[in-house]
């Protein structure tokens, strides 16, 4: 079975930028969650999807949204870049239906801003 | 709102050696309860849960961890410590308890150390 997949791994962007990053959740799942890890703050929850809905938001700026699709795959937009973005952006996803269900995390993409 | 600490930033242990992490909780109602380990530039990997039940909870690679309830804590543990065990770990709790949503509240991270 296939695990959780994020595309881009790595990418290097400059401030006022956008990106949009990309997580395919494994078959039947149909949460999705995304996290930004840095040194200074850790894991910090960003939003999560269910059925094509948010269902949970975070503390970010409206800078940084999300959208699924029907196929429940994610994607994830930040706008306005700024060099703070710097992180490591994980996805996570689970059947999200039972709430002893752990979450499958994916390598994650890690961006760069400069 | 529902927190986890990790009181250690590094934990170092000698290889054949147990090993302990350490995590303390505070939420309201009944934790559901969850360490994840990560490897350099790689994601984070499930290691096991605290739902309901037995307090001793076993897990992957041999892991395992105790749930406290008087002294709110789920500490991981294993009997013999491999060097590669060298890892940074995370005790998270759902933020909800009973929920089934996809946030989790995550501990600040333990950097696991050990020698040959």
């Known amino acids: 079975k296939a695990g959780v997949t994020q595309t881009p791994r790595y990418l290097i962007k400059t401030r006022g930028q956008q990106v949009t990053l990309s997580c395919s959740p494994i078959?039947?799942?149909?949460?999705v969650s995304w996290y930004q890890q840095t040194p200074g703050q850790g894991l910090q929850f960003l939003f999560e999807?269910?059925?094509?809905?948010?269902?949970n938001k975070g503390n970010f700026p409206g800078r940084f949204s999300g959208r699924q699709f029907s196929n429940s795959r994610s994607e994830m937009n930040v706008s306005t870049l700024e060099l703070g973005d710097s992180a490591l952006y994980l996805c996570?996803?689970?059947?999200?239906?039972?709430?002893?269900?752990?979450?499958?995390f994916g390598e994650g993409s890690r961006l760069t801003v400069l | 709102a529902q927190s986890v600490a990790q009181p250690e930033d590094q934990v170092n242990v000698a290889e054949g050696n147990p090993l302990t992490v350490k995590c303390t909780y505070s939420?309201?109602?009944?934790?559901?309860l969850f360490w994840y380990v990560q490897y350099p530039n790689r994601g984070l990997q499930f290691l096991l849960k605290?739902?309901?039940?037995?307090?001793l909870v076993k897990g992957s690679y041999g892991f395992e961890a105790e749930f406290n309830k008087s002294q709110t804590s789920f500490h991981l543990k294993k009997p013999s410590a491999l060097v590669s065990d060298s890892a940074l770990y995370f005790c998270?709790?759902?933020?909800?308890?009973?929920?089934?949503?996809?946030?989790?509240?995550f501990g600040q991270g333990t950097t696991l150390q050990v020698k040959p």
């Open positions: 996570a996803s689970s059947f999200g239906q039972e709430g002893a269900g752990e979450l499958f």
């Open positions: 078959s039947g799942h149909r949460s």
């Open positions: 999807y269910f059925s094509e809905t948010q269902r």
């Open positions: 939420v309201s109602g009944n934790p559901y």
């Open positions: 605290y739902i309901t039940g037995d307090n």
């Open positions: 998270a709790v759902r933020d909800m308890p009973g929920s089934n949503t996809g946030k989790l509240i």
